[in-house]
């Protein structure tokens, strides 16, 4: 009798939950006609469910634009009820900041609305690359509720700076050389003066590295310059004050590059170095321990050619 | 009673089971089977986890470069040596990462490197001493994506760079006593089964086979190297010097490639 009862408790359970995710995603409008979900901040490896990153959407005139679909179908199509809890414009462009599973596994879910997809002309080589073992791996976080998360490229492709008009409303988007990855991009609202930069700017959670962190470092100098009255980050809270946010980052960044540069020049090891290095940053980030060493991992073997 | 209990007990851990999220249960494969039949057929390998000490992480950071390091216990002489060791990944599409040769001369049977693992795997690393006798040890790590996955870059640019080496001792060097030294060989080491970012087929196989390294001419680490080493292999090695003399490196790859390095090492 108990084992039936307990049964029973966790599909109830599994069914709350199931009906939860099919609800419009919690969204904020932090500047006129612009929708920002934060996600939480869980590490890929350890009790990841697929709603990590800050994704959302801006609403023009005549249409909208959809900015990252988020980890797994269920959340992007929880993103398009959010859109359509706002207003009932066609969803006329989803735009991915960069490869990221955490970005781009929601992409399905607007298959209906025939939306144009836009990405850095990087993003769809880089997507097809990295598809089978994105795949597997999301199978592997998720089980059951992977299903249906697809791979979706970008159709529209920008080079350098591309401008979309959703009706009185003009977005530039700019791709950037390799920093946070090879295909970054970045969106600027000129009606409100907000930049979108996602993952070119970690917020909170401990940024990682899967471009190039000397490049990274040049491309938050360019940032820096730009003027924005709201910044939005691909992870944490949205900021009024880009250039403290973005000299946070620098920091670490710097941080770590110099220490694994002096851990090579001592003839540490690449073990001991993930330890080690950028420690002191340690208590301002979160996820640090792990995100840290697989930056390690990543820019040890590759700054021992200097 | 008790058939009762026992079924209670399998509904349970069904239950958990479900209730648990799919990595919790997705273990290391050991695979030792397979490879005991493939490499050492009918032969006894004797497990030595006292004799062969293995570091390696528990979860890789990064599937593609892995550290790993072996050491063998027991002093080498001229008597008694390993002539063979192996390092062996079950679940790579080329289990055999590479065979390690030592002499005498190499002071001890240790290699600090970083290998390739496609997914959650074990280690084994098995040690065949100069009368053949085998031992084994082997160590799990979580990893992820290590063989396949991206190459970006120019291809003439990483050819024309494949085989500059940086060649290193410890200093300072200690006559008479086991010493350290250290090989970084620039190398794609491509597996081929790594798609190319423009033209979307797979980059063939190119990678460094061979490393020699002599010291006034005597061999102190031969290396069979495949696809299961890391990008640009890093190789760390012991050795004995008594007198200073010419530390000489050869590199081969599999596409007929030789690259040589030498340093002078003062014992």
Redesign the interface.
């Known amino acids: 009798m108990h084992?039936m009862k307990?049964?029973w408790l966790?599909t109830l359970v599994a069914l709350v939950q199931g009906y939860a995710i099919a609800a419009p995603l919690p969204v904020k409008q932090v500047a006129a006609g612009i929708y920002v979900h934060q996600g939480v901040h869980e590490d890929f490896?350890e009790?990841y469910h697929g709603d990590i990153a800050n994704i959302g959407f801006i609403v023009g005139k005549e249409a909208v634009a959809v900015i990252d679909t988020g980890g797994y179908i269920m959340v992007g199509t929880a993103l398009r009820e959010a859109i359509r809890a706002v207003t009932d414009l066609p969803i006329r462009y989803v735009i991915n900041t960069h490869v990221h599973p955490d970005h781009i596994f929601g992409n399905a879910a607007f298959s209906a609305d025939k939306p144009i997809y836009v990405g850095h002309y990087?993003l769809a080589?880089?997507m097809?690359?990295?598809a089978?073992?994105y795949l597997?791996?999301l199978?592997?976080?998720?089980?059951k509720e992977a299903e249906g998360s697809t791979i979706l490229p970008p159709t529209l492709l920008v080079e350098d700076v591309t401008t979309l008009d959703l009706g009185g409303r003009k977005l530039e988007l700019q791709a950037w050389p390799t920093a946070h990855t090879?295909n970054d991009l970045s969106i600027r609202d000129t009606a409100t003066d907000t930049l979108w930069l996602s993952d070119l700017l970690f917020i909170e959670r401990t940024p990682s590295i899967d471009g190039d962190i000397k490049g990274w470092l040049k491309v938050i100098e360019e940032l820096r310059k730009a003027d924005a009255k709201l910044t939005i980050p691909g992870h944490g809270q949205v900021t009024l004050n880009k250039n403290v946010a973005l000299d946070n980052q620098r920091r670490y960044l710097q941080t770590l590059l110099d220490d694994v540069r002096a851990s090579i020049k001592k003839?540490e090891?690449?073990?001991d170095t993930?330890n080690s290095a950028a420690q002191s940053e340690n208590k301002s980030w979160i996820l640090f321990d792990?995100i840290n060493?697989?930056n390690?991992?990543?820019i040890?073997?590759q700054l021992?050619?200097e | 009673m008790k058939s009762h209990r026992r079924i209670?007990f399998a509904?349970?851990t069904l239950?958990t089971m479900?209730?648990m999220?799919?990595?919790a249960w997705?273990e290391a494969e050991d695979k030792w089977d397979v490879l005991k039949e493939a490499f050492f057929a009918g032969k006894t390998v004797e497990n030595a986890p006292e004799l062969i000490r293995l570091?390696a992480?528990r979860?890789?950071?990064?599937g593609a470069?892995v550290?790993l390091s072996f050491s063998i216990e027991q002093a080498l002489t001229a008597d008694h040596y390993f002539k063979n060791v192996y390092v062996l990944v079950g679940v790579n599409p080329v289990p055999l990462v590479g065979i390690f040769h030592f002499t005498p001369a190499s002071g001890k049977a240790a290699i600090?490197t970083?290998i390739r693992l496609e997914r959650d795997s074990y280690i084994h690393v098995v040690a065949e001493d100069n009368h053949g006798k085998l031992y084994m040890n082997a160590v799990p790590v979580r990893a992820?994506?290590g063989c396949?996955?991206?190459v970006?870059g120019d291809e003439q640019a990483i050819r024309a760079e494949a085989g500059k080496m940086?060649l290193s001792v410890?200093a300072p060097v200690r006559p008479g006593e086991i010493n350290q030294g250290?090989l970084?060989i620039?190398h794609p080491m491509y597996t081929g089964l790594q798609?190319d970012?423009?033209s979307?087929g797979f980059r063939p196989a190119f990678f460094a086979n061979k490393a020699i390294v002599k010291l006034h001419g005597e061999t102190v680490l031969a290396a069979d190297l495949a696809i299961g080493m890391?990008?640009?292999p890093?190789i760390?090695f012991s050795f004995i010097a008594d007198t200073p003399g010419e530390m000489e490196v050869e590199v081969q790859d599999n596409e007929g490639g030789v690259f040589k390095k030498s340093i002078q090492v003062n014992g």
């Open positions: 084992i307990t049964v966790i490896d009790d990087k080589a880089t097809q690359q990295r089978e073992s597997r791996n199978q592997a976080q998720l089980g090879n003839g090891s690449m073990s993930m792990s060493r697989r390690v991992n990543i040890y073997p021992e050619w | 209670q509904v349970l239950i479900m209730w999220p799919m990595h997705a570091e992480p979860r890789a950071e990064s470069q550290p600090s970083r992820a994506g396949g996955g991206t970006e940086k410890n250290k970084l620039k798609r970012l423009v979307q890391s990008e640009d890093n760390q």
